[in-house]
């Protein structure tokens, strides 16, 4: 059964640092999403993307954030200047379609710690 | 601010019995809405999708939804104890392209 893939499971970055987190969401799938959850508490959505760009963002999604589809298969969630506060795990998540009823499929996350 | 409310629980039920799972909402016009099942430290797992006011009904799971009252349910019947997780009710917005989740159920069942 397809599924949606992220690298790494776990990253551990330094204040300040920038990092780059890959998913590869399901091939037939057109939206992309990336949520995150901080330990405890509800997953929270931050971006959608479709079409080579953002479809909608989330108060949290600032400058500090970019997302990228680097190639046919890739999706990519960046935080330029990592925070403390940026610790969670990060899911991706990919629906067939958008803008309606559509299912999102979520990755199994990557841990990000921020020291 | 789009709401998503469950009871945090812990909910506990004995293996075998019925679970019921509850989650109210705040946008009206939602349409669509989910259910997710989370285990501790992985992500959440689709269980569940509904749409239409009613049940529907998948294997053991029967979701039931009332748009009028924006209330969406989830039943587990003959809970297993691998059921024990944490259940997240999502909730779509106007475009369609973002969910808001609501914090979760803890759901117990035990042996």
């Known amino acids: 059964e397809p599924e949606v893939t992220q690298t790494p499971s776990h990253q551990v970055t330094q204040m300040g640092q920038e990092v780059i987190l890959r998913c590869v969401p399901i091939s037939n799938h057109l939206y992309f999403y990336w949520y995150r959850q901080i330990l405890g508490q509800k997953v929270e959505f931050l971006v959608s993307?479709?079409?080579?760009?953002?479809s909608e963002k989330s108060e949290i999604f600032d400058d500090q954030f970019s997302v990228e589809r680097p190639d046919g298969s890739n999706f990519t969630l960046k935080i330029r200047s990592t925070k403390l506060e940026d610790s969670a795990m990060y899911f991706c998540?990919?629906?067939?379609w958008g803008g309606g009823p559509y299912e999102q499929y979520f990755g199994p996350g990557t841990r990000l710690t921020v020291t | 601010q789009k709401e998503v409310e469950q009871n945090s629980g812990p909910l506990s039920v004995p293996e075998g019995a019925i679970a019921s799972l509850n989650c109210t909402y705040s946008?009206?016009?939602?349409?669509?809405f989910f259910w997710y099942r989370q285990y501790s430290g992985k992500s959440p797992e689709l269980i569940m999708s509904?749409?239409?006011?009613g049940d529907k009904e998948d294997g053991r799971f029967t979701a039931q939804l009332n748009k009028a009252s924006q209330y969406v349910s989830l039943l587990i019947r003959d809970s297993q104890p691998s059921d024990s997780a944490t259940y997240l009710c999502?909730?779509?917005?106007?475009?369609?392209?973002?969910?808001?989740f609501g914090t979760g159920t803890s759901l117990t069942v035990i042996p």
């Open positions: 509904i749409y239409s006011n």
């Open positions: 998540a990919s629906s067939e």
């Open positions: 999502a909730v779509d917005t106007n475009t369609g392209n973002q969910f808001y």
């Open positions: 946008d009206r016009v939602s349409q669509s």
């Open positions: 993307f479709y079409n080579n760009e953002i």
